[in-house]
């Protein structure tokens, strides 16, 4: 299989195979405008398969979407068919309007413009706490 290099944009590397679906999902990147490469159970030394993403002319994506769902990718920033930044994404602190809180006595689910904010409680297990209610979500498997 044969992919071409891109010039400009970003690569999302070492994403659990399965994952690179719901990556694509939650960036919301305009198919139909953008070049898109979605490569899904590539080999990989490491973890054995893989899914990649390359995305042409898109370098402003959401960290913090990406390292909630894959903390493990890694986004390489290319610029003249080059990688000028290399980022490690780590779990967000906090995420707003990502996670929805499913408690239905939670604020959020009687006001529509209240903003679901959770917070990390919990790297090891991936747990954020609901900002109103306390109520915790785990995204350990979640995708």
Do not use: W
Not at 51 to 62: A, C, F, L, W
Not at 77 to 103: D, F
Request: proline content about 3%; some cysteine; charged content about 25%.
């Amino acid at each position: 299989m044969l992919v071409n290099s891109i010039e400009k944009g970003i690569v999302i590397d070492h994403i659990t195979a399965g994952l690179g679906a719901k990556i694509l999902e939650y960036l919301d990147i305009d198919l139909s405008n953008n070049t898109v490469a979605f490569i899904m159970n590539a080999c990989s030394k490491k973890h054995g398969k893989k899914d990649i993403v390359k995305i042409q002319n898109v370098i402003d994506v959401d960290l913090a979407v990406l390292g909630l769902i894959e903390p493990n990718a890694t986004v390489n920033v290319i610029e003249n068919g080059e990688i000028v930044r290399k980022i490690s994404l780590q779990m967000p602190e906090t995420v707003t309007n990502v996670i929805r809180c499913k408690n239905p006595r939670c604020v959020t689910s009687v006001e529509v413009n209240a903003p679901h904010i959770f917070h990390l409680i919990d790297a090891d297990n991936r747990e954020y706490r609901c900002e109103y209610c306390d109520e915790i979500v785990s995204m350990k498997g979640a995708y």
